[in-house]
């Protein structure tokens, strides 16, 4: 018979094991990192950790989105706060975007998943995800672009949307070995531009008129 957990208990027991999940993910990648471990050291049964999450995967992903905001929060400031010229800061946010996946300890263990992502993607589902989180996770890219729309300098359009289009980039390192090496950086380079171009030339000509 299962154990009943107060609200408190729950919730307790839930970050502990984010907690103990970023650890065990980042230290051992998820292929490596078991539910026993992660019930073990929580310090419940494994069975009682499908009543907090249906897999290993999905507990990944939430403390992959528990770091969005962060992640976000860094990219605007490393781009649209950072320069005045509004296609300049599209060009560094992906590049900039790139970057992060190449170099985040938990981008890595995604990165380096291999019959598991897809059950991890599907696990992230962003695009049902309930309006509410989505807009919690990319509020700071979201508004900044939607600052730039009232200016003139961006098309028109949604701004969630198209801050989705500015993360298609992000696929990039996820066949980075599949480009010659001199390539990898110019491809990544032109692809910013042409979607940065693509935003912003439309905005300026209607200026122009």
């Keep these: 018979m299962t154990r009943a957990f107060t609200t408190e208990q729950r919730e ?3 970050q502990n094991l ?11 990648g998820l292929d490596k990192t078991t539910v026993e471990e992660l019930a073990q050291g929580a310090g419940i049964a494994k069975g009682t950790f499908y009543h907090f999450f249906p897999s290993k995967e999905a507990l ?18 490393e781009s649209f706060d950072a320069v005045d010229d509004v296609r300049e800061a599209l060009v560094r ?13 938990l981008a890595r263990v995604f990165l380096s998943l291999s019959g598991s992502r897809e059950e991890l993607l599907g696990a992230l589902d962003l695009p049902n995800m309930a309006e509410g989180r989505r807009q919690e ?3 700071p890219i979201v508004d900044a672009i939607a600052w730039a729309q009232e200016r003139g300098e961006i098309v028109e359009g949604d701004p969630l949307e198209i801050a989705q289009v500015l993360g298609a980039i992000k696929f990039f390192p996820l066949y980075k070995e599949q480009f ?6 110019r491809l990544v380079a032109r692809t910013a531009e042409v979607i940065a171009a693509g935003l912003t030339c439309p905005a300026r000509a209607e200026m122009r008129h």
């Design 60 to 77: 990944f992903a939430e403390v992959l989105l528990g770091d969005y905001p962060r992640m976000v929060s860094e990219l605007v400031s």
């Design 12 to 14: 307790e027991i839930r």
């Design 137 to 139: 996770l990319f509020s």
């Design 180 to 185: 010659p090496s001199q390539w990898y950086e």
């Design 93 to 105: 946010f992906m590049k900039q975007l790139v970057n992060l996946i190449e170099t985040d300890e």
């Design 18 to 28: 984010l907690r103990l999940g970023r650890r065990l993910f980042t230290r051992y």
